[in-house]
């Protein structure tokens, strides 16, 4: 049986069908059967009866042959005779003679008898009519006659005899066949309810794995991997279904399990990277302020600024003021926001410087709309664009370089152009340089420290979107011009 | 929780087992208790059409075989041959033709049967087909009616002078209250009527039996004293060749001037015939009928006093006696020629015993 329950399930379900319809089919053949041998016996019933009218007819003929080579004695009545007596005999010598308390037995016991006695008779009938014995055949032929008649008026007699023993056979017969009818019938259908019910439990115990699959993976896909799976009973399908869930709950748990660890891993590792950035910048900072105390710087300059005041220098005061300027405000310019006019005076200050150093070299133009300079923008913005233009573009210019700075109303937005007429950036340039993957040398001594990429991020993440900042350049040594592009709105954020 | 599923699971299947099981029991009981059924169904058609197989046949032949006194004499012939495993058959019920004793001995004797039982007769036919029989191998006994000039083997009846006697003894009973009613009636000896006795014989038979009775009737009167001129015994003969002349024939006697003071009646038909005459003439009491043979009728018209008295025969005895003359004969080759039944007188005296001994029979 485990054997059985092992094999596939169409295998199973098949089988169980091909076996109910077996037991109905065995009950059916049994019905048949037993319909076949009564219907049988039923046909049987008159059997007696026609072979009596058989008996009956061949007597006659007998008598008639006898009769008609009697009369006539001619060689064909004479042929007819014996082939009669013949078949007559046959047929009597298949009655029964056996002695019973049936009367219809008796009868035919006698009427066997008779016909034999009879036979002798018109036998000897014949042989005297042969030897012309008048006398003797007159008496054979009465006597043979008279037998004949008791033989058919016997022969009536077990007919009628047979014929009511029969008739109550026949009515015995179709009543055990009605019984029959019922009985199968009752015997179907007990057969058919046994049978539906072996095949429901059969599918019920197939599908009820299933089912508990189905409650395990209702309560699985709830979330709830702890759930009670099934236990494979058998390895059919449902069987393999049932252990290739029981492997997947169990690998996905593992899974999860596994991720989890790794996540918990990767934040550990990018807080330990972030705690490490923390502290370099804590150091670079840190070793900035020790390298150099801006008050100690601003308070020196001013010294100097004095010296040169009292000594009548006034450029030399202008400058040395204008230089602790520019550095107050790198100083200052820890705090993010400041306003455009701001920015704009650093650049100012910075040109300032650099024509004190390079004596006058850079040509400064400014086209400022005055309304725009209280809003707000990043600070060390405009100082770095600045920076690059002279160091990129105008250096070696001589006297000819020339930065423009505009700061115009475009729309709802503030413009702020720098421009140049120095050696221009080539596209590609451009382009690294607004994706970020410039990769800029540090080996100037001669800037503050801020390159391009930083400043370009600054604006895009202030502006709220990426075209804040542009770089136009239409050729070599056509120029360039760094236009950013501020929303308004940002002066009530004016500290 | 997972136990609690193996275990709900192993009693589904156990349960689903036991369905299978059931059934295909079910299954094989149903087919084999059908097939057992069947074939006692089938064995009992077929020993219905077997039954007992008999080693001999003998045949009984009678005159009337629907009546009650050959009934029982058959009965006991057929009860006595049943325990040699011998079939007595009483020939000439089978048939839809009414047929003679005579062609039913021929038809016996051309179905080569073991024995024939006859109510024989005197004539000379029926010692003619008697004879043809023996000739034939056929051992013939003749049963109540004798054939003496015939070849048969041996006669079984009742003892005819014992039952005249009889008779005879009853009639002297009745002439005697006779004369004593007559005595305290009439004055002188003149006046005393003849008790007329009429004697109601086969016409056609010669049979030896009723002239047996009939003198045994008379001398027993003859001994006791009685002189002629007191009574008459006269016979009639009543025709019996066909079927409804026996009524006919008694209707005539009380039809006639004279009417008889006794009526003696030597069969069973004519007693019952000649009783119920008594009753539509309205003469019970004046004419005395002594009957023949014990039917039911007979005897509760005894007890009516209806019928003065009756002679019970033992019929059983006597087909009893004709099969063991036969299969004596079959076994030692000769046989005693004469057996002998009971015979027993019934009137109003042991009327209520006799019933008691039939019924506890």
């Known amino acids: 049986m485990t054997k059985f329950l092992n094999r596939p399930l169409q295998f199973k379900i098949i089988s169980v069908c091909v076996f109910a319809n077996l037991i109905i089919f065995l009950v059916n053949i049994f019905l048949i059967l037993g319909i076949n041998s009564m219907s049988q016996d039923m046909e049987m019933v008159y059997q007696d009866n026609l072979s009596l009218n058989r008996l009956s007819q061949a007597l006659t003929k007998v008598q008639d042959s006898m009769t008609e080579y009697l009369s006539s004695k001619t060689s064909e009545s004479l042929e007819e005779y014996y082939r009669a007596a013949q078949s007559f005999s046959d047929l009597a010598q298949a009655l029964d003679d056996t002695v019973t308390d049936l009367t219809f037995s008796r009868m035919e016991r006698n009427i066997r008898y008779m016909s034999q006695n009879y036979l002798e008779e018109v036998a000897q009938t014949i042989e005297a009519k042969r030897g012309r014995n008048v006398e003797k055949y007159r008496t054979y032929y009465e006597s043979s006659t008279r037998l004949y008649e008791d033989i058919d008026e016997y022969i009536t007699s077990l007919n009628i005899e047979l014929f009511a023993v029969n008739s109550g056979n026949y009515l015995a017969l179709l009543k055990a066949f009605r019984r029959f009818e019922i009985v199968g019938v009752t015997v179907m ?58 492997k997947m709950v169990v690998s996905i748990k593992d899974y999860i399990e596994k991720l989890k660890e790794s996540m918990a891993n990767e934040r550990y590792m990018q807080e330990k990277e972030l705690i490490m950035e923390a502290n370099l910048k804590d150091a670079q900072l840190k070793y900035l302020q020790a390298q150099i105390n801006p008050h100690f710087l601003f308070n020196t300059l001013n010294a100097g600024a004095q010296l040169a005041m009292m000594e009548g220098a006034d450029r030399t005061y202008e400058y040395v003021q204008t230089v602790a300027d520019f550095f107050r405000y790198n100083v200052q310019s820890q705090k993010r926001d400041v306003t455009i006019r701001d920015e704009v005076t650093l650049v100012d200050n910075y040109i300032q410087i650099l024509n004190v150093r390079f004596s006058g070299d850079i040509g400064y133009e400014k086209q400022v709309d005055e309304r725009l300079l209280d809003l707000v923008m990043p600070s060390m913005i405009l100082q770095p664009i600045v920076e690059n233009a002279v160091n990129h573009g105008i250096r070696e210019m001589a006297g000819a370089g020339r930065i423009t700075l505009k700061v115009y109303r475009r729309d709802d937005s503030v413009c702020i152009s720098i421009s140049d007429n120095g050696k221009g950036i080539s596209q590609e340039t451009i382009n690294q340089l607004l994706t970020g993957s410039f990769s800029h040398i540090e080996d100037s001594y001669d800037n503050n420290g801020i390159g391009m990429d930083n400043v370009i991020s600054r604006v895009r993440i202030f502006a709220g979107y990426d075209d804040a900042i542009d770089i136009i350049s239409h050729g070599e040594n056509k120029g360039c011009e760094v236009v950013i592009t501020l929303p308004m709105g940002g002066e009530e954020c004016i500290e | ?52 197989v008999y080693d ?306």
């Not at chain 2, 349960?15 to 069947?38: E, K, P, S």
């Not at chain 2, 539509?280 to 008295?309: C, H, K, P, T």
């Open chain 2, 1 to 52: 929780m997972k136990n609690q599923n193996e275990v709900s699971y192993e009693k589904k299947i156990v349960r689903q087992y036991l369905l299978l099981v059931l059934t295909l029991i079910f299954m094989l009981v149903t087919l084999v208790a059908g097939t057992l059924f069947f074939k006692f169904y089938r064995s009992d058609l077929v020993s219905q059409a077997e039954s007992n």
């Open chain 2, 56 to 361: 001999k046949y003998f045949v009984m032949i009678t005159d009337n075989y629907k009546s009650d006194f050959w009934q029982s004499v058959y009965k006991g012939a057929f009860e006595k041959g049943k325990e040699s495993n011998i079939y007595v058959d009483l020939f000439g019920e089978q048939f839809s033709k009414d047929y003679s004793v005579e062609e039913l001995m021929e038809i016996a004797i051309a179905s080569k049967v073991d024995g024939i039982i006859v109510y024989a007769n005197e004539t000379l036919e029926m010692s003619h087909v008697i004879n043809k029989a023996v000739d034939a191998g056929i051992p013939v006994v003749t049963l109540y009616g004798d054939c003496t000039r015939s070849d048969r083997l041996s006669f079984i009846g009742v003892g005819s002078y014992s039952i005249g006697k009889m008779y005879g003894g009853q009639i002297i009973d009745i002439i005697k209250e006779k004369r004593r009613e007559e005595l305290i009636e009439s004055e002188t000896i003149e006046e005393r009527s003849q008790i007329k006795i009429t004697v109601l014989a086969n016409a056609d038979t010669k049979d030896t039996g009723q002239n047996i009775i009939i003198s045994g009737i008379q001398e027993t009167i003859n001994q006791d004293n009685v002189t002629d001129s007191e009574y008459l015994v006269s016979i009639v003969a009543v025709d019996n060749t066909n079927s409804f002349s026996v009524e006919e024939s008694i209707r005539d006697i009380f039809l006639g001037e004279e009417i008889p003071d006794v009526i003696v009646c030597l069969n069973e038909l004519s007693t019952v015939c000649t009783y119920q005459a008594v009753v539509d003439f309205n003469m019970v009491g004046e004419v005395s009928i002594l009957g023949y043979y014990d039917s039911e009728a007979i005897v509760s018209a005894i007890e009516r006093g209806g019928v003065y008295a009756t002679i019970s025969i033992d019929a059983a005895q006597m087909g009893e006696y004709s099969v063991t003359a036969l299969t004596d004969y079959h076994d030692f080759g000769n046989i005693s020629e004469y057996y002998l039944a009971d015979v027993t007188l019934i009137n109003q005296d042991n009327v209520e015993q006799f019933k008691k001994e039939e019924g506890d029979d």
């Open chain 1, 189 to 246: 259908t007990l057969v058919m309810i046994g049978n539906v019910l072996i095949i429901t439990s059969f599918v019920k115990t197939m599908i009820m794995p299933l089912k508990n699959l189905a409650d395990s993976a209702d309560e699985v896909s709830g979330g709830n991997f702890d759930a009670n799976l099934p236990q494979a009973v058998y390895h059919d399908e449902v069987g393999i279904v049932i252990n290739a869930f029981s």
